[in-house]
């Protein structure tokens, strides 16, 4: 399905990227497999042979993005597909109590990280046959995230970026697509529905139906191989007349 294809992935070293990158692998593809923690290490031993690159990056230094893109451009000959899916999930605050610079590093991290990955990427992706580019979003770009404001903006920013990119790439034959997750199974969601109990004052299961399972006509939280496969299938040749779009992977979930 990818076969002599090559990925560049962001956030790579675990959670939702690591499982990104290990289906695009899967499914053919050499991946770079990019993140400033060590785990990309640890991704890249779950990739069989040698299509996995980790290339350590840091999305807010320009230098540390286009270091890498070099080097995944000259290990595996160019790049096809960018999955920009570094993130953090910035303060729990309100607006009164936000700093400034919390405010400014989420979107930093967040928008500007994949503006920055983007611009350099585009070279690239401009002599790939068949070119794709995923931005990660959030469901909380469209469903109220109270205490979070940073981290919704970022992410509904990323749908204006990816949706207007799409119209000023489509010449190029490069597709944009954004996809938002809703909650997804792992380490990270768990400790949001623990920190909604405690500040809730109520257990953990119900804080989850709360938050969550009470909203989803789908009786399953969404799963990061879910995600992975809705990426890979965005990358293939399958999906080359889907672009402008953001596409909602989260079991149904209403929105508020």
């Not at 070099?70 to 729990?92: K, L, S």
């Not at 979003?137 to 404001?149: F, H």
Request: hydrophobic share 40%; aromatic share 6%; proline share 4%.
């Amino acid at each position: 399905m990818l076969d002599g294809k090559t990925a560049f992935v962001t956030g790579a070293s675990q959670g939702i990227g690591k499982h990104i990158a290990l289906e695009l692998a899967d499914r053919g593809a050499s991946v770079a497999l990019a993140a400033r923690g060590d785990g990309i290490y640890d991704t890249a031993d779950q990739i069989d042979d040698d299509r996995a690159l980790p290339v350590e990056t840091d999305v807010t230094e320009v230098d540390s993005i286009v270091d890498s893109l070099e080097r995944t451009a000259e290990e595996f000959g160019g790049i096809d597909c960018v999955v920009n899916n570094a993130g953090i999930g910035g303060p729990h605050k309100t607006l009164a109590e936000m700093p400034l610079e919390e405010w400014e590093h989420t979107l930093d991290v967040n928008l500007t990280g994949a503006f920055l990955v983007c611009k350099h990427a585009f070279p690239y992706l401009e002599e790939s046959e068949q070119a794709s580019l995923i931005n990660i979003s959030s469901i909380a770009a469209k469903d109220p995230y109270p205490t979070r404001t940073p981290y919704s903006a970022s992410k509904a920013g990323m749908i204006g970026f990816s949706r207007d990119l799409a119209y000023e790439w489509g010449e190029h034959d490069i597709t944009v697509n954004t996809i938002c997750p809703g909650a997804v199974e792992g380490e990270r969601i768990e400790r949001m529905i623990e920190k909604q109990a405690e500040k809730r004052g109520v257990s953990y299961e119900e804080a989850k139906a709360a938050r969550i399972t009470d909203k989803l006509p789908l009786d399953s939280i969404v799963s990061p191989e879910d995600i992975g496969a809705y990426v890979a299938f965005l990358a293939s040749e399958h999906a080359r007349n889907i672009t402008a779009q953001d596409i909602n992977i989260d079991s149904g979930a209403r929105q508020d």
